[in-house]
């Protein structure tokens, strides 16, 4: 080899070694950046409140009976909680499905959340994303190894969305189905029920189907989905199961959400909660 293409080799190296600095420099400012804005969120939100042994009595029948297991004998309101989670990640119809972790903190008054996530789109390659919800505006960023953004996205689909998305994961923290401030319910049948929530001008609708057992086993909505010709209005559910015992609630650890297409199904997200945690406001 000769001395031009030594001295190619080492810039190509150099190169490398600089985006790999980079990126990782990048990589932890913009995960500092999510945590403190979570912390921030999370110390703002309102105190818990006591609950009453008859507060459920107004509720339908199947979400009176679901709220009777899950908060059983809990004696006040969650106010914030975070959580880490793994999981599966799958782009587009019939993709391949990528790793992806996660953290999430959610104030319960008013309700919103902020989400940090990184997906692994190929070996070494990550992609970071930011999804959070605040005073019923949402909005969702992602960047390639937190440095180069690849994705933006904010407006009355992405905050009808984001409600959506609120309203399903509120299996995590079910004292927030009683605070009718934000959150009520019409009756449908013995097994499910449809909750409204609502944050100023912004309201979503999502039907919650239960089980035998009085769980939930499925949230359903029409959600806007985000497509190259804008949002479109699409059916989607979100699945719950392995339901545990946590700081004295039934909540579900393993999360599934899919798009209803007319060409057939897109499950596109599968999650597994590792860590869940109530009522402290630092971060992880």
Sequence with gaps: ???VAWLVLWVAVLVIAALAVLFGVNGRRFAERVRKEGRRRMRATAPA????????GYLPTPVKRYLGLAIRDRARTVRTLRLRHGGRFCLRPGGRWLPIRGEQYVAADPPGFLWWGRLRAAPGVWIDARDQLCDGRASLIARLDATITVGNASGPGIDQGGMLRLLGEMVWFPT?????RFVTWDALDDRSARALLRQGNHEVRATYHFRRDGMPRMVTAQRYRDTRGGAVLTAWSGRFDDYRLVDGMMVPLELEARWHLDSGDWPYARIKVERIEYDRDDAF
């Design 49 to 56: 409140r006591d609950l009453a042994p008859d507060e459920v």
């Design 1 to 3: 080899m000769n001395a």
């Design 176 to 180: 927030a189905f009683l605070d009718d």
